[in-house]
């Protein structure tokens, strides 16, 4: 069993800055795959990014490119996304997630586990 907790959201001015955690319970957090997928009002869930057990692979949805990046200390069972550059359409509820697959965590589909989310709002 692998529980997720989010922190970190808030509000921010268009072009700030912040920084999400998701600490993660359990022993063996270096052999899930992690990401963040967010949630706009009225909108579907989307995958934001996405990074391997030993933190080697990372990938990122073309809309966060170049602004966001994801890290994990795998010693303190802790992920982050470091987003930089941000735009109101980043307003959104933001969710860690965690598989044993990298694939089904990139998909977004029948993820094992999930965290509550944290708001981000990007005002103008």
């Known amino acids: 069993q692998v529980q997720l907790v989010e922190s970190g959201g808030g509000l921010v001015q268009a072009g700030g800055s912040l920084r999400l955690s998701c600490a993660a319970s359990?022993?063996?957090?270096?052999?899930?795959?992690m990401g963040w997928f967010r949630q706009a009002p009225g909108k579907e869930r989307e995958f934001v990014a996405a990074?391997?057990?030993?933190?080697?692979?990372?990938a990122y949805a073309d809309s966060v490119k170049g602004r966001f990046t994801i890290s994990r200390d795998n010693a303190e069972n802790t992920m982050y996304l470091q987003m930089n550059s941000l735009k109101p359409e980043d307003t959104a509820i933001y969710s860690c997630?965690?598989?044993?697959?990298?694939?089904?965590?990139?998909?977004?589909?029948?993820?094992?586990?999930w965290g509550q989310g944290t708001q981000v709002t990007v005002s103008s």
């Open positions: 997630a965690a598989d044993p697959g990298y694939w089904t965590v990139r998909r977004g589909n029948n993820i094992e586990y």
């Open positions: 359990g022993r063996t957090f270096s052999s899930y795959t």
């Open positions: 990074i391997s057990g030993s933190g080697g692979l990372t």
